[in-house]
């Protein structure tokens, strides 16, 4: 039947989700690439292309819905990520929102809340009872997102440096950390110093970090320990300026994968002082219920639970699509 397929693009900064899926809310196909952030990768453009490319030709589609990192907060940038969609999908409905918008577009099926968000970047998005937006937060590395897994990721480092020259009091970051990246900790400054001048992408390599940060912190480190404290009290922070634009029982939730570190969320749920309600939909999942909207489909909670299941499938299945993306990279 023609027309009876959407796209959805969850994009970010350090990578990129594309899902097709039918009217009856099943994810047919997702794949996944690097980040597409304009605001510190270059090469965004290129990897938003590539990431597309599988998607062109589907004769079906009826509409893409793209949610895209700093869409409306630079205009000419703005302007290059609409003239992408454009260019690649000129015969379907097209609709691009900022990525955190989608994120809470999905999370609360499009009901009002309060979306705290912390990936790459951190922000919190929420939406009032008359479907008025607000949001804080987002500034970008050089400027702010506090309690992003950039953000512990750069804090990581330098606790590493302090502990090594005795700055600090000694931490298990230290070691973990040069295991972790395969460095030689024999001669820290030369290792270290030379691992972040080779970064292809600053920015997602040392988010990564994170990763690292939860592990050593679960296992018992109290420096570790201190930095998600120190992310929670930031995100906390988000959600306590941008409260006033809601009413006072709005729910509250959260997105982005810093939240893989269940130690994060604990705190933060301390620090606000009530429990996160549960995300309705993934990021991925808001982008394609955006493009659902866009043809009137009636989207009901069987569709919504429906995306959710099948997105969930669909993304084990991504990785492999990754390794693909990956190749055409290389030959491109």
């Known amino acids: ?29 997702m794949s996944r690439s690097g980040g ?29 819905a793209a949610a895209l990192p700093a869409y409306g907060e630079v205009a000419r940038l703005s302007e290059q990520q609409r003239e992408a969609i454009e260019t690649g999908f000129p015969k379907a409905r097209q609709y691009i929102l900022n990525d955190v918008d989608a994120a809470h577009l999905g999370a609360f099926a499009g009901q009002p809340g309060i979306l705290i968000l912390s990936g790459t970047g951190s922000m919190a998005w929420a939406r009032n009872g008359a479907g008025m937006s607000a949001r804080v937060g987002g500034w970008g590395d050089v400027i702010g997102d506090e309690g992003s897994s950039y953000w512990i990721g750069r804090a990581a480092l330098g606790l590493v440096s302090q502990s090594l020259d005795g700055r600090a009091p000694p931490t298990a970051l230290a070691k973990a950390m040069f295991e972790f990246l395969r460095l030689d900790g024999s001669d820290p400054i030369n290792a270290l110093g030379g691992w972040v001048s080779e970064l292809a992408n600053p920015r997602a390599d040392i988010a990564a970090l ?8 679960r296992a018992g480190d109290g420096a570790a320990k201190q930095l998600i404290e120190q992310a929670a009290f930031e995100l906390a922070k988000h959600v306590e300026a941008i409260a006033p634009h809601c009413d006072a029982a709005a729910e509250w939730t959260y997105a982005g994968g810093t939240f893989a570190s269940r130690a994060l969320l604990a705190a933060l749920e301390r620090r606000i002082g009530r429990p996160a309600a549960t995300p309705r939909l993934p990021p991925i999942g808001g982008a394609l219920l955006a493009a659902a909207r866009l043809l009137d489909w009636p989207v009901d909670d069987g569709w919504i639970t429906q995306i959710a299941a099948t997105a969930k499938t669909a993304a084990v299945h991504s990785g492999e699509a990754d390794l693909n993306n990956k190749e055409r990279r290389e030959h491109a």
Do not use: Q, Y
């Open 210 to 217: 994170s990763l690292l940060v939860d592990r050593v912190a």
């Open 1 to 29: 039947m023609s027309g009876d397929l959407i796209l959805g693009i969850d994009g970010g900064g350090s990578k990129v989700l594309v899902a097709l899926a039918d009217r009856a809310g099943t994810v047919l196909r």
């Open 36 to 64: 597409v952030n304009p605001m510190d990768n270059p090469n965004w453009r290129r990897e938003l292309d590539l990431s597309l490319r599988p998607f062109l030709e589907e004769e079906r589609l009826a509409a893409v």
